[in-house]
């Protein structure tokens, strides 16, 4: 079973893919944030046969929502309503800042950043 990633950003949005297996996560693309995102991703979801989507969450240090986390959950909220993939949401910490560490700031690093979300999502599982 494929999943679809999402790091979610006011700017851009990262998106990562697993293999078939649902075993690892690799980045796919950097989407803008646009008025077309929920069906930007679908359309990828459905392209990539991915049948379950993981955002992440964002929680400060104590647990708390980040002042992103409404736009999140605004997001996924939106998702659930124009499809029928389950969404789950992984909580996320520091992962933009791990992906410009590996691989350097580019315009990729927000995919990479969907990629270790999904990632933790897939090695809980």
């Given amino acids: 079973m494929r999943y ?3 790091d979610y950003g ?8 697993s293999d078939e297996a649902g075993e ?3 980045p796919y ?24 989507i993981v955002v992440g969450e964002s929680l400060d ?11 999140i959950d605004k997001f996924c909220l939106n998702l659930k309503a124009k499809s029928e ?3 789950f949401l992984e909580q996320e910490f520091w992962t ?3 992906a410009k560490k590996f691989q350097g700031e580019n315009d990729d690093h927000d995919a990479s950043a969907a990629a270790i979300i999904l990632q933790a999502f897939l090695d809980r599982k």
Avoid at 61 to 71: A, F, M, R
């Fill in 61 to 71: 240090s104590d647990g708390n929502p980040n002042l992103i986390q409404k736009d």
């Fill in 96 to 98: 933009s800042m791990h």
């Fill in 29 to 52: 693309i950097v989407l803008k944030n646009s008025k077309n995102l929920v069906d930007d991703v679908l359309a990828i979801a459905k392209k990539e046969n991915a049948l379950k």
């Fill in 24 to 26: 690892f996560a690799f």
């Fill in 4 to 6: 679809l990633g999402i």
């Fill in 10 to 17: 006011d700017k851009r949005v990262g998106v990562a893919l």
């Fill in 85 to 87: 993939i389950p969404v």
